[in-house]
């Protein structure tokens, strides 16, 4: 019996674990998407023209958030999913 609970313990601890390194990595995914396209967007049009750095950060300071919100409430939930399906898929 206990080394059901243990075992049992074991795979909560390691979904976990996969559930926040899924987290982080989509974090720095975010992170350098959100950058990237801000300034690929600026300097696209023109920096200058679109207002410079203070233009960036605006931009930025709205599509971090928006893509991390997408990490925390999306990716524990479609990730585990296609991981499975791909899975199955490839066997």
Known sequence: MKLLII?????FMRVKK???????????GCFLTSLTG???VMLNKGWVAQGG??????????GYP??????FFVFP???????????QKLE
Request: proline share 4%; with cysteine; glycine share 2%.
């Open 18 to 28: 996969q559930k926040i390194i899924i987290i982080l990595i989509g974090l720095v």
């Open 53 to 62: 750095f203070p233009e960036l950060l605006h931009r930025f300071s709205i």
């Open 77 to 87: 939930v479609i990730v585990p999913k296609i991981t499975q399906l791909l899975d």
């Open 38 to 40: 801000s300034i690929t």
């Open 7 to 11: 075992q049992a313990s074991n795979d």
């Open 66 to 71: 928006a893509s991390c919100l997408v990490v």
